[in-house]
């Protein structure tokens, strides 16, 4: 069946007048003028072909047809409330699905939910291992990925871009290729390995199966500790690792209290 259009907002201020019995007091309860309730009770009456109010030397009264609707109409109002917050009881939600690479995961944002967790002791995350996925099939509140800027998304860059060339002690003469980021000219022919992403990449190196260009964020620690020398870097680079979403899911309370914390 075919709904009628709803003319919500005259109705809206049709609620306010019946409760006030006054123009003036509804327009200064929906930050309007007089005139412009006026205008829309009368755009309402045409509307609906009756009379909502009548005026009488003690003021507005309302009609019987108005007295009529009122009570249905208040109760719609309710409904739409709840439906409202029904709608965005996610926000309040103490569960986050969030998909990002193994290695960054591991690496940089582990320790970053651990302590985001201290102060929200109740959150659970859902971790999705794909960071590409899609974010309505996998329910994903926000997705990290490494990335040249959010494109069509809302998002963060979490961590700035530089990419490093690293090698591990006693490592073989030669490459590790990976996807990321492509090698020098040339270098092709010295590649000893080719790998399908970032964690691939980095254990390789790890294991002495030559150098790697990779992102600073995954390679930091190993660089503190010794387990990776730096051959030629940091440099700056257009790619970095973005925390992304929606604009829907990016509105929503509890992302902004994430937002908030990683981009500290």
């Known amino acids: 069946?075919?709904?009628?259009?709803?003319?919500?907002?005259a109705l809206r201020v049709f609620d306010a007048a019946a409760r006030h019995l006054s123009f003036t007091r509804a327009a200064?309860?929906?930050?309007?003028?007089?005139a412009a309730v006026g205008q829309q009770i009368r755009a309402l009456e045409d509307v609906?072909?009756?009379?909502?109010?009548?005026?009488?030397?003690?003021?507005?009264?309302?009609?019987?047809?108005?007295?009529?609707?009122?009570?249905?109409?208040?109760?719609?109002?309710l409904r739409f409330e709840e439906s409202v917050q029904a709608m965005q009881a996610g926000q309040a939600s103490s569960s986050y699905t969030i998909a990002v690479p193994r290695e960054f995961y591991a690496?940089?944002?582990?320790?970053?939910?651990?302590?985001?967790?201290?102060d929200h002791p109740?959150?659970?995350?859902?971790?999705?291992?794909?960071?590409?996925?899609?974010?309505?099939?996998?329910?994903?509140?926000?997705?990290v990925?490494?990335?040249?800027?959010?494109?069509?998304?809302?998002?963060?860059?979490?961590?700035?871009?530089?990419?490093?060339?690293?090698?591990?002690?006693?490592a073989a003469d030669g490459w590790i290729a990976w996807p990321g980021f492509p090698l020098p000219d040339g270098a092709e022919e010295k590649a000893l390995l080719q790998v399908g992403n970032a964690g691939q990449a980095l254990s390789s190196a790890l294991a002495g199966l030559g150098r790697a260009i990779m992102p600073l964020p995954l390679v930091a620690g190993a660089l503190e500790d010794g387990s990776l020398s730096a051959l030629e870097g940091p440099?700056?680079?257009?790619?970095?690792?973005?925390?992304?979403?929606?604009?829907?899911?990016w509105r929503q309370k509890k992302v902004k209290a994430l937002v908030d914390h990683l981009a500290q």
């Open 48 to 77: 609906l072909g009756v009379v909502l109010f009548r005026r009488t030397s003690k003021g507005l009264e309302l009609t019987d047809e108005a007295v009529s609707g009122l009570d249905p109409l208040r109760e719609g109002f």
């Open 28 to 34: 200064d309860e929906l930050a309007v003028t007089p």
């Open 1 to 9: 069946m075919k709904r009628t259009h709803l003319p919500l907002n």
């Open 145 to 170: 990925r490494l990335v040249e800027g959010p494109g069509e998304l809302e998002g963060v860059q979490l961590a700035p871009g530089h990419r490093v060339v690293v090698a591990a002690p006693d």
């Open 122 to 143: 109740d959150v659970r995350f859902n971790l999705v291992a794909d960071e590409d996925a899609d974010f309505t099939e996998a329910n994903l509140d926000v997705a």
């Open 107 to 118: 690496q940089w944002l582990a320790p970053r939910l651990a302590s985001f967790r201290l």
């Open 235 to 249: 440099a700056d680079c257009r790619r970095a690792y973005w925390l992304l979403a929606p604009r829907p899911q």
